[in-house]
């Protein structure tokens, strides 16, 4: 036993100083796969030095082997005893295997098939090299059109109250929503969750919420107008991206007003002073003109 163990120790160090090992091992799963597909496929790729053999393939999820594949096994691939997992024996080799999914299942949330998956490639006498990676797959079902924005009107005017609702694509999970204006987030107070929509199954749904908004003019930008936007996104789904639906909401006839406040508090300084000069000129006038009908008389 010791003598395996020192002639494996000086192999290790030989290969490792003459720089012979596995170029490399890439694992490529899906980041994302819909619940409703029959086959999953994931890929381990590797590139093995001259002269290397390969020993093993070895598939792990959350640590839990369930699949392996052997070339100078027979059968080469076989496949382990794993909850939620099913592996198309048939359709998967040394660089490919393919999981079946459970398309019976009532809610998603408890499809087995996301987690952390493993691919350890081993190589065979005399080097045995050793090197994996590692991966991670969620199950979602992705919105296919942008939230929609409903409730609005054409025109607003300074004081009025902005009712809007956001509902968002089928998905799942449940998309979350939030309001902003002018690319800042609308304070959580301001709006309220509204009953959603449950679909065929109960598994995709339809996110709803309302938005109360008393309009002030610090909201508008100096065109009289703000941009108003939902966005939408899946929680706990790490590569979803997000969805929005903007629109432009206007003043209407405040629009003029407000326009025509801001020139009078910038002119009115220069108004006041021509006004009072105007005062003191008239008053100057009828001093002189009351001062010369005395002297006549006398």
């Not at 040394?94 to 952390?116: P, R």
């Not at 929503?177 to 109960?202: H, M, Q, W």
Request: charged share 20%; aromatic share 8%.
């Amino acid at each position: 036993m010791r003598l395996r163990l020192l002639v494996f120790f000086i192999i290790f160090i030989e290969n490792y100083l003459t720089g012979k090992c596995l170029k490399m091992v890439e694992l490529k799963v899906p980041n994302i796969i819909d619940p409703r597909e029959e086959k999953v496929k994931l890929y381990c790729n590797y590139e093995l030095d001259a002269g290397e053999k390969l020993y093993s393939i070895k598939w792990y999820k959350d640590t839990n082997e369930f699949y392996r594949f052997m070339p100078d096994a027979n059968p080469s691939g076989v496949d382990f005893h794993v909850d939620d997992i099913q592996v198309d024996i048939i359709d998967s080799n040394d660089k490919v295997i393919t999981l079946i999914q459970n398309l019976d299942i009532l809610n998603y949330e408890t499809s087995g098939l996301a987690g952390s998956y493993a691919c350890e490639v081993s190589t065979d006498a005399p080097t045995f090299h050793m090197k994996f990676d590692v991966a991670n797959m969620s199950i979602a079902v992705l919105p296919q059109r942008d939230p929609a924005l409903e409730g609005l009107r054409s025109h607003y005017d300074d004081g009025d109250i902005l009712e809007a609702q956001c509902t968002s694509s089928p998905s799942f999970p449940s998309a979350k929503l939030a309001f902003y204006i002018n690319d800042i987030e609308v304070k959580k107070s301001l709006t309220r969750e509204l009953p959603g929509v449950g679909l065929a199954g109960g598994n995709l749904s339809m996110t709803r919420l309302g938005l109360s908004l008393p309009l002030v003019q610090r909201y508008f930008k100096p065109s009289g107008n703000l941009r108003l936007t939902c966005k939408s996104i899946l929680p706990g789904i790490s590569g979803s991206k997000s969805r929005e639906t903007s629109t432009i909401i206007s003043l209407g006839t405040n629009n003029e007003r407000l326009a025509q406040e801001a020139k009078v508090s910038i002119s009115s300084p220069s108004s006041s002073s021509s006004s009072s000069n105007k005062y003191y000129f008239n008053n100057h006038l009828l001093s002189v003109i009351l001062i010369n009908i005395i002297i006549i008389k006398i």
